[in-house]
């Protein structure tokens, strides 16, 4: 078991609030029983795809419906796609990678919006915005904080 894999059992485990000692550690959608259920549950929490790709090497298979929408045979339902994100790793990630696409596409276009509404209201975006409350200062006095230190600590490890 890698040590990724070792760090999602030991979350689902503190999730249930079970203790690690009293635990294997293996695939728990190779076990049988109560515990190991609440495990392959929590593990889904913890870790979706960890948990999709448990499943899988444990034998789980997707339903025939699930099989045949994936396949464009049928219509994809949402008990078709719950079997395939809990037991198709690449489903899930091309899920994920589709989802993760969307909202970047979508914060673009809010990008975009906003751009727009600021050079029809006469303000010049490429210029830095003046904090309009204490709380939009100390968020811009903090993020200004970080890139100091992350650029100290560039010039510290280029130094060493």
Do not use: C
Not at 46 to 59: C, D, F, I, S, T
Not at 117 to 127: F, T, V, Y
């Amino acid at each position: 078991m890698t040590n990724d894999e070792l760090q999602v059992l030991l979350e689902a485990a503190q999730a249930l609030n079970l203790r690690p000692a009293e635990l294997k550690a293996v695939n728990p959608f190779t076990q049988q029983g109560k515990v190991a259920e609440s495990l392959q549950i929590a593990a889904q929490s913890v870790n979706p795809l960890q948990a999709a790709k448990w499943a899988k090497e444990a034998g789980q298979e997707a339903s025939l419906e699930a099989a045949a929408a994936l396949a464009g045979v049928i219509e994809m339902t949402a008990d078709a796609h719950k079997s395939l994100m809990e037991s198709d790793p690449d489903y899930l990630v091309g899920v994920q990678e589709a989802q993760a696409r969307r909202e970047a596409e979508l914060l673009q276009r809010w990008e975009a919006e906003v751009e727009e509404k600021e050079r029809a209201r006469g303000i010049d975006s490429s210029k830095p915005r003046q904090p309009r409350n204490w709380q939009e200062r100390w968020a811009m006095e903090q993020a200004a904080l970080k890139e100091r230190e992350a650029a100290a600590r560039r010039q510290v490890q280029g130094a060493g």
